[in-house]
């Protein structure tokens, strides 16, 4: 009996599936969140993709295993129940056909725009007066 190997370890929501001392792993950012999650410090949900997979899919001439994806598919669904959204895949199929052209349009818009409306402003702090 074969067991299928972990590949995306969960944090979030005060759980993780790491822990700290699995930096080999997981590499020292995601074995640091899973540990923070774990604590209770409040980490927003995501996934660590482990450096097996990196290794692997070099190792079977760049393609991933096939146990990646359905792992992944699964992480994002945990990450989607606590954040309270869905993920859309890249290219959606089975979407609406305005829905699918309002997704690919936000896609393309720079998340900096908000940033550059503020470079010309006046910032106020707390204290300060209007002029």
Do not use: W
Request: with cysteine.
């Amino acid at each position: 009996m074969s067991t299928t190997p972990k590949y995306v370890y969960a944090f979030g929501g005060g759980k993780a599936d790491g822990r700290a001392d699995m930096k080999d792993l997981l590499g020292g950012k995601g074995a640091n969140l899973a540990e923070m999650s774990s604590i209770g410090i409040p980490v927003p949900p995501g996934f660590t993709i482990t450096t097996e997979v990196c290794q692997d899919y070099y190792a079977a001439d760049r393609k991933l295993p096939e146990a990646v994806k359905p792992q992944v598919e699964a992480a994002l669904a945990h990450g989607a129940s606590h954040v309270g959204f869905i993920f859309f895949p890249a290219s959606p199929r089975n979407v609406a056909p305005d829905l699918a052209g309002r997704l690919r349009q936000a896609a393309r818009r720079p998340l900096v725009r908000p940033c550059r409306a503020l470079r010309g402003a006046r910032l106020r702090t707390a204290g300060s007066r209007r002029a």
